[in-house]
């Protein structure tokens, strides 16, 4: 059952989550990884390096901005390929985590999560609502809800 009470503070729990996890995956291909390391890495796969550097920002600046809660819904949308990117990258790898090279189920969650927080909304304390257009009482998935 859906609790429209509690609901914003779910996901606002998520954004923070989402959040939180893109500054920090930033964060670890700069300090960690460097830029050229992971640059590098991009070649390895058969991705263009210049990619290493929208990629960190896209995960800095859209982290940020979940955090934020800045047109968050957007935001989610907006970072899905990386994530799906990532999932792609780790595909080959294996389910679990402790595969070697790490496994997709982590990238396969957090684009769940994303899809979620587009679908679900921006959540309680955003500074700036994503602006969606209203469905009309029984259109599509609102006469479903």
Same mark, same amino acid.
Request: aromatic share 8%.
């Given at each position: 059952?859906?609790?429209?009470?509690? =609901?914003?503070? =779910?996901?606002?729990?998520?954004?923070?989550?989402? $959040?939180?996890?893109?500054? /920090?995956?930033?964060?670890?291909?700069?300090?960690v990884f460097t830029v050229p390391g992971f640059a590098g890495f991009l070649g390895q796969i058969g991705l263009p390096g210049s990619l290493a550097w929208p990629i960190i920002l896209a995960e800095a600046i859209g982290?940020?901005?979940?955090?934020? *809660?800045? !047109? /968050?819904?957007?935001?989610?949308?907006?970072?899905?390929?990386?994530?799906?990117?990532?999932?792609?990258?780790?595909? *080959?790898? $294996?389910?679990?985590?402790?595969?070697?090279? *790490?496994?997709?189920? !982590?990238?396969?969650?957090?684009? =769940?999560?994303?899809?979620?927080?587009?679908?679900? *909304?921006?959540?309680?304390? /955003?500074?700036?609502?994503?602006?969606?257009? =209203?469905?009309?009482?029984?259109? $599509?998935?609102?006469?479903?809800?």
């Amino acid at each position: 059952m859906f609790d429209p009470r509690l =609901a914003p503070l =779910a996901l606002l729990l998520l954004r923070l989550s989402l $959040g939180v996890m893109f500054i /920090a995956h930033a964060w670890l291909k700069v300090g960690v990884f460097t830029v050229p390391g992971f640059a590098g890495f991009l070649g390895q796969i058969g991705l263009p390096g210049s990619l290493a550097w929208p990629i960190i920002l896209a995960e800095a600046i859209g982290g940020l901005a979940l955090v934020l *809660g800045v !047109y /968050a819904r957007a935001v989610s949308v907006a970072l899905l390929p990386v994530l799906l990117g990532a999932l792609m990258v780790h595909a *080959g790898n $294996g389910w679990v985590f402790n595969a070697p090279n *790490g496994g997709w189920e !982590y990238p396969a969650f957090l684009a =769940a999560a994303a899809l979620v927080q587009a679908l679900g *909304g921006d959540g309680a304390l /955003a500074l700036r609502a994503t602006p969606v257009p =209203a469905l009309g009482k029984r259109s $599509g998935l609102a006469a479903a809800v």
